[in-house]
């Protein structure tokens, strides 16, 4: 009889697998079919089976899937192993989709190492101690109430991520220092006069490889096996199957070679009667597999410190005004509708609204954009913002997660653990290749035991051996690490950084360049590109009057005229009553006359009539996305400045050079409409948006992907972070913040676009050659198992012994290094 269930829980391939494999292990259950696009199971048993039993084994599982009645809606568990967002850990291959776990551990499809959602270790409240009386603790700064020292930060506790990290990093250097001996043992017979044989026989040695590798199966690699043993039981075969099974072989090989070499024929024997072993193939494989994880696993610690950095962005105290006092609160004890003030260079500290007073706040840790913005009564500022040098009132409107900040760093978080894995082609590989070699050893064994010549038993069991020795994932492991390896020390040589394989992997599928305008396409530095004077006066005199009136500013604006002006050796005299106007400009007196600087406002507050000429001139510049002042002396208007941002003199050239190459080039910017249309405009760019903020750019990143895009993102500031993390490659310019960099998979030292182009060749480079060693690798196992299994044995009366075939091994492995090193010769122009 057959019986359909609905399945909740399952979100791919490897699901579907485990759903099958729990439902057949059912006493009474013949066979069962699982239908991923519908959640359904379609169970055939010889009896009926009650419901409760099947449900007790799906609980017995672990409780990652569960199971329903036809007709009966499921209720979505709440449970974090199950759902997305409260467990704190997940894969991070992404193999069961959003789901997390309350517990570190091992992926129950491939095997890797659960981390922890980025932010979940940090995202707790800094607290402060003394440092005479630890157990004083407090979640803001101030002084002890024991001994009045002033409170320092308490050190967070390491990160389930370090913790990992600095554990494999242990366990690696046990590794290596037991594995080394074994190896040098086990080359001994190359060193000139072997002096390893003047101290002791082969038998004693091997014994030594004995007791050296036991630390390293048994401590410091021990886990693989663990793991090959749950892909085995689970039927999620990957590559720690192939790990175990050919390690573990190998070791239990040599192993009973040493203890009971009477069972082996003749042929296998030295001279001396010694069984070969290969204690240092499996003390190797294990290392250098080791070897790999702990460079994962500092990846993935650094993954999470574009999170820390933008935490760090949120001051942790504000000062609230409470029946006309000012009282210091923690940043937590904030509520809507609560009167705040913040005072001059300080860190605002929610969303809100200013209420009194007038200021200028840098955004640019928000917006992308170096110039700080002009805020007045009614106007919006944002937590993480830095105030300026005057003193304001504000209304809290959004706290906590509400704020603009929070959701960045939710968006982050959220676009870095949902990125859509990469399947490692060794891994599907693997996944028909380690089935097939285990049925061919078994077969050989039983051909050679039931048909081959006496000793039959111990040919079929070394035959066997041979099979799975020459199968040893080895050369297939060192396929992608030694050509990323390579690659990587190549692109740091250009300046590109790369700081995940899978980023550069990807790097090569990408049809679609997203790029962010400031500090990306220009160089994120306002520079005077105009000055005009009006008729009957001269350049110079306006410098000296512009630089004079703007010496006491510190508006960056007024840095650039200041530094244009020092750059032609203008000398400029003193001001007198420097006025800052918000949103407006600067005014001063400057040898006896009031000097105005500043947009059409400051001029109507100045009482001064811009000239038909100027208006002009102020239009063509601001139809090339520049900004405008104008200067007036005694209320007449004398000439005007134009700055801008300039475009990165490679820019055009990269963009040219990528569109060549059938990458399509989009420009997203929160910048105004005109002045992205001018940069678009010169760069050559069909395609721009324009104001957009964080969440903007990130969306338009998830439309392209989901109309089948392969999108890379291009960015500097922390505006850029959310889309730089959804990207299916991430590109951050290294003269930006730390927080793009972070959110980046590549990063570009000299800021140069042309670094994209360098990183996409070098991908190419590097996906080529990743495929020529997965060839070396599965060609050469594919011609020795069946030599290994004895196919030449009727014809020539050849057999393949295990040393042959662990010889076979590394030349393998040879090749592919060797392989891989031809990287190092590449050109990427």
């Known amino acids: 009889m057959q019986h359909t269930y609905h399945v909740q829980g399952m979100s791919c391939s490897g699901c579907q697998q485990h759903v099958k494999a729990t439902l057949e292990k059912i006493e009474g259950v013949e066979s069962a079919s699982v239908d991923l696009a519908n959640a359904t199971a379609t169970v055939t048993m010889s009896a009926h089976i009650p419901f409760e039993r099947l449900e007790k084994a799906f609980s017995e599982d672990g409780g990652h899937y569960s199971i329903h009645l036809p007709g009966e809606k499921p209720v979505e568990k709440k449970s974090a192993s199950t759902t997305r967002g409260t467990g704190r850990f997940y894969c ?150 192939l790990i175990g099974i050919g390690a573990g ?34 003390t190797v494989i294990l290392t250098l597999v080791l070897l790999g994880q702990v460079l994962e696993a500092r990846a993935h610690n650094k993954t999470n410190a574009a999170v820390k950095a933008l935490l760090e962005l949120a001051p942790n105290k504000a000062t609230r005004i409470n029946d006309g006092k000012e009282e210091v609160i923690a940043i937590d004890k904030i509520n809507v509708g609560d009167r705040l003030r913040v005072k001059p260079g300080e860190k605002i500290p929610v969303d809100g609204r200013i209420t009194e007073g007038e200021t200028t706040v840098d955004e640019s840790m928000i917006t992308g954009e170096p110039m700080p913005v002009n805020k007045q009564i009614d106007d919006q500022v944002t937590a993480g913002t830095i105030n300026g040098n005057q003193s304001f009132l504000m209304e809290a409107e959004k706290v906590g997660a509400d704020t603009l900040l929070s959701q960045i760093i939710h968006m982050v978080s959220e ?72 690659g990587v020390g190549k692109g740091a040589q250009h300046g ?41 006066v001269e350049k110079t005199t306006l410098l000296e009057l512009l630089a004079a009136a703007n010496q006491n500013s510190e508006h960056p604006l007024a840095e650039a005229t200041m530094n244009y002006a020092s750059e032609n050796d203008i000398n400029w005299p003193k001001a007198t009553e420097f006025e800052a106007v ?60 134009g700055i801008g941002d300039r475009i990165k003199e490679s820019s055009a050239a990269a963009i040219k050079a990528l569109q060549k190459r059938g990458i399509k080039v989009i420009m997203l910017t929160g910048d105004n409409i005109k002045t992205a249309g001018a940069v678009a405009k010169q760069l050559g760019l069909s395609d721009f948006k324009a104001g ?37 490659v991430g590109i951050a310019m290294g003269t930006g913040t730390d927080v793009a960099i972070e959110s980046a998979g590549i ?22 050659n990743i495929k020529q060693n997965l060839f070396f690798a599965l060609a050469y196992n594919a011609l020795g198992v069946p030599v290994a299994a004895g196919v030449l044995f ?25 392989n891989a090193l031809r990287l190092r010769s590449a050109k990427l122009v």
């Open 496 to 536: 590109v950084l790369i700081k995940n394989a899978e980023a550069l992997e990807e790097l090569n599928k990408v049809d679609t360049l997203i790029v962010d305008k400031t500090g990306t396409l220009t160089e994120g530095k306002p520079q005077v590109e105009n000055v005009t004077p009006v008729d009957g």
């Open 249 to 282: 072989v190998a070791w239990l090989f040599s192993l009973f070679g040493l203890l009971f070499p009477q069972f082996f024929p003749s042929q296998f024997l030295d001279h001396e009667g010694n069984v070969h072993v290969y204690f240092e193939a499996a």
């Open 747 to 768: 990063t570009l030292v000299r800021g140069d676009l042309q670094g994209i182009v360098k990183a996409r060749i070098l991908s190419e480079k590097v996906l080529r």
């Open 692 to 728: 957009m903020l964080p969440g903007d750019k990130q969306d338009e990143v998830k439309t392209l992907q989901e109309s089948g895009r392969i999108v890379a993102m291009a960015g500097d500031g922390i505006n850029d972070a959310p889309a730089l993390a959804q990207s299916n």
């Open 794 to 818: 009727p014809f020539f009366g050849l057999l393949l012994s295990p040393m042959i075939a662990a010889a076979a091994m590394s030349f393998s492995s040879v090749s592919v290094i060797t």
């Open 415 to 486: 676009a870095s653990r949902s990125r859509a894995p990469i399947q490692k082609l060794a891994d599907r590989v693997a996944a028909y290749f380690v089935p097939g070699v285990v049925i061919i050893a078994v077969l050989t064994f039983i051909i050679w035991s039931a048909w081959g010549p006496e000793p039959a038993l111990v040919y079929g069991l070394v035959n066997a051996i041979a099979v799975l020795i020459i199968a040893c994932p080895c050369a297939l492991g060192l396929a992608t690490p030694m050509s990323i390896m390579v």
């Open 582 to 641: 918000t949103g407006k400009g600067v005014q001063a007196i400057v040898s006896g006359k009031r000097i105005a600087v500043g947009n059409e406002k400051m001029m109507q507050l100045a009482k001064g009539a811009i000239p038909g000429e100027l208006q002009s001139v102020a239009n063509a510049l601001r139809d090339k996305g520049k900004t405008v002042s104008y200067i007036s002396r005694d209320s007449e208007v004398i000439g005007l400045i």
């Open 92 to 241: 991070p291959m992404r193999c069961e989709g959003d789901k997390t776990y309350e517990k570190a551990g091992d992926c129950p499809v491939c095997g890797m190492d659960l981390v922890p959602e980025p932010g979940s270790a940090m995202a707790g409240k800094q607290e402060y101690t003394c440092p005479m009386h630890p157990e004083v603790s407090q979640d803001m700064p101030g002084s002890c109430p024991i001994c009045g020292m002033d409170l320092v930060p308490r050190e967070p506790d390491l990160s389930a991520e370090e913790k990992q990290y600095k554990k494999l990093l242990r366990k690696l250097w046990w590794a290596i220092a037991f594995t080394l001996p074994i190896f040098i043992i086990a080359m001994s017979d190359m060193i000139p006069g072997q002096p390893l044989s003047h101290l002791a026989d082969m038998k004693t040695w091997n014994w030594v490889q004995l007791l050296l590798s036991v630390p390293v199966v048994f401590y410091a690699t021990w886990m693989f096996f663990e793991r090959a043993y749950r892909s085995v039981r689970s039927w999620n075969l990957n590559m720690f199957t």
